[in-house]
């Protein structure tokens, strides 16, 4: 009897490279179809409808104040805007928005009813140093305790009621106050 196997193919180095350039082609045909197709917004950042989220939370009747920023400068992107409600293990309300400037940088807000060192630990740097107060007139308060790290992030905290008010981030001094400027509570219209 004779044995018939399935015929190979001949394996060569000139097919084994025939192969990689079928798969290069193949991968960089499968990017640019997913990636020359969508828009994406300059600078990567991309935008949520955070005063939709504030009315929302204020028709629901949010347990806290919602702060927020009656307006953002232009060239700035509010990126996120996130509410974690009271949970019966204990978790207090918390709200908070993420903001990047027209020079790429970031500026947090968070108000949740928690210790000031747990939020400048967790937001900031757990080896943050206290600086000198700054001021900064507001609706809820002029006298902002500030913090640093060495990795340029600055916290300015203030106490709002039983909770405690942070902003932020790695942007520079002027862009804080702008932002800390425009923060208010005030009742959005429902549209």
Do not use: C
């Not at 953002?72 to 990126?79: N, Q």
């Not at 996130?82 to 908070?96: F, I, R």
Request: charged residues 20%.
């Amino acid at each position: 009897m004779s044995e018939q196997g399935a015929r190979r193919y001949p394996r060569t180095f000139a097919g084994l490279i025939a192969s990689m350039i079928v798969l290069v082609v193949a991968v960089v045909g499968f990017w640019a179809l997913n990636n020359g197709f969508h828009k994406h917004p300059e600078g990567g950042a991309v935008a949520v409808d955070y005063r939709k989220t504030v009315a929302e939370l204020q028709k629901a009747g949010a347990p806290l104040p919602v702060i927020y920023p009656t307006a953002v400068p232009s060239g700035w992107t509010v990126t996120s805007a996130d509410y974690t409600p009271q949970s019966g293990l204990g978790t207090s309300p918390a709200w908070g928005l993420g903001v990047v400037t027209d020079h790429d940088t970031f500026v947090g807000l968070r108000l949740e009813a928690s210790s000031l060192s747990s939020l400048i630990t967790t937001y900031v740097d757990k080896d943050a140093e206290k600086g000198a107060a700054t001021t900064v007139d507001t609706e809820f308060g002029d006298s902002w305790a500030t913090y640093t790290d060495r990795g340029g992030d600055t916290g300015y905290a203030l106490t709002v009621g039983d909770d405690v008010l942070l902003v932020y981030g790695s942007a520079d001094k002027a862009d804080f106050t702008t932002f800390m400027r425009s923060l208010t509570s005030k009742k959005l219209a429902q549209s």
